[in-house]
């Protein structure tokens, strides 16, 4: 049996030396990844929505009365309100919830239906949010974005790196995140030039041009071909192998065919799938744990928080928010050169340390009802932000999607995604709902919270996490976990007769 195995892998190999990178994928690739420009648009809408006076003044009117305020608030509490924070946490919450269902489409009714659902869900949400005048309908928008979110992160990396050729699969898997950082800018520019709209109804055009990136991909979701994988799953064997024939540019297909087919007879609580569960789950903790989407979800308050004036807090956020995107670019090239664990351990010093110098500054200058920071501590608070956001767009950000979509077996990917969209979500949810209570409570040692965990999520990955680079997606079992110092107890072969022990 080992001989056989390593046959079948030399025969992988060779079969993808000759596997072309062809329009078909890169076309598909490109259309799916807008789910990531719609899921970071909605990341970061809305921390400048609920920080517009004609937002606050219509649904949270204690709020704005509040942030009116002269010297009765502490700079860290102004914005401080659990109902407040519902409105951006609640997208996440009906993303938890949507992940369950999302699992079980993604694997019924195949990869391009879910990402169709998901575009239906982001449309009518979008609609609803921008459109109508009561609370209770723009938060049934957001609960119905929140759908579309769970069913956009359930398929689209799954997409992304069954599609991919293997030596690229990193590369175009990032694409997801790349859009995602895209998305995040463009919702931070929106909201610029939406707060400076007179009459107080520039939140509607905020919330509105959501519809743009929902309708791309929906339309998108019409076009692209089915996976493989997913395919074969299904039992639809020879169009599986006509679509493989097609995304690989070439007849020479048998060997990865019958190994998608193999992969397709695994079950998510086999012992031997207990590895990439755990490490999934990890990984969605500990990339919302950076304290990443703290910022992101509330940039503009954040930096008000911090002392800045709104327009100069806007300008801060759109600068992270560019520094997001082009450190994403640099991941797209690196990640399948340098390798995963590589860019995740020169990223956790670099965030420490940035998180670090920010704390000290704060703890320094920015005090409860004053504010002592200078212009070049102000300008030096954004570098340290922007030198952790860049941090983690190459690392944490997209290797958080990656590693969990590439190490599952074909018949437990979904089930796998799911659960890390889950578990992502329900952070974020977290994350959303006592942020602004956590830095009312911390204040600047809001940042050393978080910078104590990324020295824990540094050791996790020193430790625990394999490096996958260019090793086929349906070969990580023979060629990653057998090899790992830990992880290799999981895959004994005499625990596979049950398959839950």
Known sequence: MAKQGSLATESTAEDRVVSKITPIVIFSCVLAATGGLMFGYEVAISGGVTAMPGFLKKFYPDVYASTQKQNTNSNYCKYNNQSLQLFTSMLYLAALVASFFASYTTKRLGRKKTMLIAGVFFIVGTVLNAAFNHLSVVILGRILLGCGVGFGNQVVPLFLSEIAPTRIRGGLNILFQLNATIGILL??????????????????????????????????????????????????????????KKIRGTENIETEFAEIVEASRAAVLKRKNRPPLVIAIAMQIFQQFTGINAIFFYAPILFASMGFGSNASLYAAIITGAVNVLSTIVSVFLVDKVGRRMLLLEAGIQMFLSQIAVAIVLALKVTDHSNNLSFGLAILVVVMVCIFVSAFAWSWGPIGWLIPSETFPLEARSAGQSVSVCVNMLCCFVIGQVFLLMLCSFKYAIFLFFSAWVLVMSLFVLLLIPETKNVPIEEMTERVWKKHWFWKRFMDDHYEGDGVK
Not at 197 to 220: D, H, N, Y
Not at 221 to 242: A, C
């Open 187 to 244: 919702a931070t520019l929106v909201n610029y030039g939406a707060a400076k709209i007179k009459g107080g109804w520039g939140w509607r055009l905020s919330l509105g041009l959501a519809g743009v990136p929902a309708l791309i991909l929906t339309l998108g979701s019409l076009i692209v071909v089915d996976t493989p994988n997913s395919l074969i799953q299904r039992g639809k064997l020879d169009e599986g192998r006509s679509v493989l």
